[in-house]
Nanobody
Framework: QVQLVESGGGLVQAGGSLRLSCAAS????????MGWYRQAPGKQRERVAG???????NYVNSVKGRFTISRDNAKTTMYLQMNSLKPEDTAVYYC?????????WGQGTQVTVSS
C-alpha cells in the first residue's frame, strides 16, 4: 500500500507561482512512477506531468516550459513547481503513484488562479 498526501495549493494571481508537494508513505520502494493530474469543474481529469523511477519526466503540452516535476533523493516527496500560472490552470490537483499492485491517489489540493 502507498499513501499520498498533497499540499501547497492555494489562490494566486495570473503570472504567479505555486509549488505543490506530495508526501508518499508506505511501500515507497515499490513505486515505479508518479505523476500529477488535475481536474477542473465539468472537465475530465487530465495528466499534467509524470516522472518514472529513472527520473525521466514528461508533460502535457499546455504546461511545458511552465511546470516542473521533481522528486527528492529519498523519493518520499514529489513536487510540482508551477510558474507563469494562468486562469485555465485552475483545478484540483491530484498526486498519483503506481506499482505492481495498482494505482494510488491523494486527496487533492485546490489551485485557483485569478485573472
Amino acid at each position: 500500500q502507498v499513501q499520498l498526501v498533497e499540499s501547497g495549493g492555494g489562490l494566486v494571481q495570473a503570472g504567479g507561482s505555486l509549488r505543490l508537494s506530495c508526501a508518499a508513505s508506505g511501500s515507497i520502494s515499490s513505486i515505479t512512477a508518479m505523476g500529477w493530474y488535475r481536474q477542473a469543474p465539468g472537465k475530465q481529469r487530465e495528466r499534467v506531468a509524470g516522472i518514472n523511477s529513472s527520473g525521466t519526466t514528461n508533460y502535457v503540452n499546455s504546461v511545458k516550459g511552465r511546470f516542473t516535476i521533481s522528486r527528492d533523493n529519498a523519493k518520499t516527496t514529489m513536487y510540482l513547481q508551477m510558474n507563469s500560472l494562468k486562469p485555465e490552470d485552475t483545478a484540483v490537483y491530484y498526486c498519483n503513484a503506481y506499482n505492481y499492485l495498482g494505482s494510488y491517489w491523494g486527496q487533492g489540493t485546490q489551485v485557483t488562479v485569478s485573472s
